[in-house]
Structures are given as C-alpha cells and as structure tokens.
C-alpha cells in the first residue's frame, strides 16, 4: 500500500523558512519522479515544484524560483521542501506526489499525501 506522510508545516512570520518533508513507503521510491503542490481553500491544487527519480533535475513553479528548494533523499524515502522567504500568499496546503515509476514529470501524480499546513503570517 502506498503511503505518503507530509511533515514540517506550521506558523511563520513574513520573511521566514521551512523545511516540509514528505516519507514515502510502498513503492519504489527510488524510481519514482516527485512532486509538491500547495493547495488554498476554494482554488484548484498548484504545482510548486518537480524532481526526478534520481534527483538530477528540478523544475519550479514561477512563484517557487529562487525562493523555495526540493531534494530527496532516496536512502531514506524522504522528498523535501524547503521554504525560504516566506510571503503570506505562500500559506497553504502543500502535498507531496509520487508519479508511477517511468513517468516523466510532464505526466500527473498517481499517489498523494494528506498534506501539511503552511501558514505565513505577522
């Protein structure tokens, strides 16, 4: 059974960082393309971030560049996120997603975590 568990989230002044993580069990983790997505109530879920099974490439949302980092771990199942000047519209939702080993990251996300809570506020 696939399992993705999202920590890290919590309440930060404007200006401030995080590091979610996101622990993956039930699948390969190593072979499987990753996501993060934020999502705020009564807006579709927006993709933050993209990396490769392997770690060799990443892609950002516009809104993520230069401020926001993902990185795996794949000894120990653990996709990352670290968030750095935090801004108020940056409070959300954020999920991580496993694609199906082979998928290439233009594709959708097969599995989902419950999510973690980012507030960003003075």
């Known amino acids: 059974q696939v399992q993705l568990v999202e920590s890290g989230g919590g309440s930060v002044q404007p200006g401030g960082s995080l590091r979610l993580s996101c622990v993956g069990s039930?699948?390969?983790?190593?072979?499987?393309?990753m996501k993060w997505y934020r999502q705020t109530p009564g807006k579709d879920r927006e993709f933050v971030a993209a990396?490769?099974?392997?770690?060799?490439?990443?892609n950002y949302a516009d809104s993520a560049k230069d401020r926001f980092t993902i990185s795996r771990d794949n000894v120990r199942n653990t996709l990352f996120l670290q968030l750095n000047s935090l801004k108020p519209e940056d409070t959300a939702v954020y999920y991580c997603?496993?694609?199906?080993?082979?998928?290439?990251?233009?594709?959708?996300?097969?599995?989902w975590g419950k999510g973690t809570l980012v507030t960003v506020s003075s």
């Open positions: 997603g496993a694609l199906s080993s082979g998928k290439t990251w233009s594709q959708g996300v097969d599995y």
């Open positions: 039930g699948f390969t983790f190593n072979r499987s393309t």
């Open positions: 990396i490769t099974a392997l770690g060799r490439q990443t």
